[in-house]
């Protein structure tokens, strides 16, 4: 095992000389992404740390299971140094995502939340969340493109994951993303949105928000954007607030959405009487409660 290690503390080093160190900005909540440290930085600390857990030295910890197999082994830490080679800045890709404008909502049952106004730039924003998997029919995924989050390039995509109970699926992406994406970006950034038998993510790009030309879906399986689409898959029927956690589901508060009204479509939503007012897809079972809300807050 200490061979093991070696040859891992020898691989690390030499990406260090490779990537430099540095990245002083320090990220106070954990993210689901591949920085280890939280210090906004990915290098060879953030491979160590991965590492440690392939040769048994920590637990298993599901921030470094970039694959999501359950285990961390050697393809999280390539996962890892893969990204590491760009030498990316949490400060630079948040900079390129985040306008600094809030709307300020308030429900008829007086619950408040902000949504975060992001910029409607793709590429910057998949630079945080990552890209690539099959879309649209495509037989073969495209090229990935590794992102801050991990929230694409699971192995779902790549079909190998089993269809069983525990299976990762579309309100669990959803949900981990929004959750991800709430403690690098702030709260009501990437909101998770749900309906027709699918779940998966939007933002606002500013404006008006009850017009639906105003948003934006994320497809957190593949990292890939399209505007609302009525009628389509990404016809959402909710967009979702996470409101409390009551040990096993992440309660949510809603805006409706209705694409039969564009510029009017999104409103203040009270209850959804048809799921006891948890999240269309969006139950959390499948995530450890450890993970969930511990270190979240509302402003
Ligand atoms: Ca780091």
Redesign the pocket.
């Known amino acids: 095992m200490k061979k093991i290690l070696t040859i891992f503390i020898v691989l690390a080093m030499g990406v260090s000389l490779f990537v430099g160190l540095g990245?002083a900005k320090a990220m106070p909540l954990e993210a689901l992404d591949v920085?280890?440290?939280?210090?906004?930085?990915?290098?060879a600390?953030?491979m160590l740390m991965a590492a440690q857990g392939v040769v048994g030295l920590v637990p298993y910890n599901r921030k470094f299971d970039l694959t999501f197999k359950g285990t961390v082994d050697m393809a999280d830490v390539l996962r890892i140094a893969q990204y590491a080679v760009t030498n990316p800045d949490l400060a630079t890709i948040r900079g390129a995502i985040v306008t600094g404008e809030k709307v300020r909502l308030t429900w008829p049952d007086g619950w408040t939340a902000s949504l975060q106004i992001l910029s409607n730039d793709t590429t910057s924003l998949q630079k945080f969340t990552g890209s690539g998997g099959m879309q649209n029919g495509r037989t073969s995924p495209p090229p990935l493109i590794i992102g801050w989050l991990h929230g694409a390039g699971h192995p779902y995509i790549y079909g190998t994951f089993p269809v069983a109970p525990g299976f990762y699926v579309c309100g669990d992406y959803s949900s981990d993303l929004t959750l991800a994406a709430y403690k690098t970006l702030g709260y009501g950034a990437l909101v998770a949105a749900a309906g027709r038998g699918h779940a998966y993510n939007a933002w606002f790009i500013g404006g008006d928000w009850h017009n639906l030309n105003n948003w934006r879906i994320l497809e957190p399986e593949t990292g890939a954007v399209w505007p609302i689409r009525p009628g389509g898959l990404y016809d959402p029927e909710w967009f979702c607030f996470p409101t409390s956690f009551d040990g096993q589901h992440i309660i949510y508060h809603f805006l409706k959405v209705d694409s039969s009204q564009p510029t009017t479509g999104v409103t203040y939503a009270a209850v959804v009487p048809s799921d006891g007012g948890l999240g269309l897809g969006l139950v959390e079972e499948h995530l450890p409660s450890n993970y969930v809300f511990d270190t979240m807050f509302k402003p």
């Open positions: 990245m920085d280890g440290n939280n210090d906004g930085g990915v290098n600390v953030d």
